[in-house]
């Protein structure tokens, strides 16, 4: 298979599929005229790569549990602490968007959106400290 049918069966742009080479999660075989040719192979770690990605996992991740994945003597235990860990950063950027909504939310509130120039959005985004999350 050529790039444009790996990307089109895996879902995942031609430019992501030429990175994930560069970082050696595959490593299609070259025809002589320099194409790469796909096998199944990795057109499956590229659909799994794809898969993990779209749930939050990092780069690290991703080659971590390809490892697991094709390891027969894996411990669940050991997907699921990645799993895990994966679980607690979306959760921590949840609280921080969560936050900045907040925040975001109180200014939009205290600011009379009239004829008037001051605005309590911009006083805040011109101060030297950093917006704080209201409760």
Known sequence: MN??????????PAKTIRYYE??????????????????ETELHKLAF???ARSLGFT???CRRLLGLYNDQSRA????KRVAEYNLRE???????????RATLSHLIDKCAGDHRPDCP???TLGSEDRP????
């Open 3 to 12: 790039i444009s049918d790996v990307a089109e069966k895996s879902g995942l």
């Open 90 to 100: 979306i959760d921590a950027k949840i609280a921080n968007l969560q936050a900045m």
């Open 49 to 51: 790569i794809g898969r």
């Open 121 to 123: 959005i911009l006083e």
């Open 22 to 39: 560069d970082i050696g999660f595959i490593k299609p075989r070259r025809l002589p005229n320099g194409y790469r040719d796909f096998q």
């Open 132 to 135: 704080h999350a209201v409760s």
């Open 76 to 79: 669940s235990a050991d997907v």
């Open 59 to 61: 780069i690290d991740d």
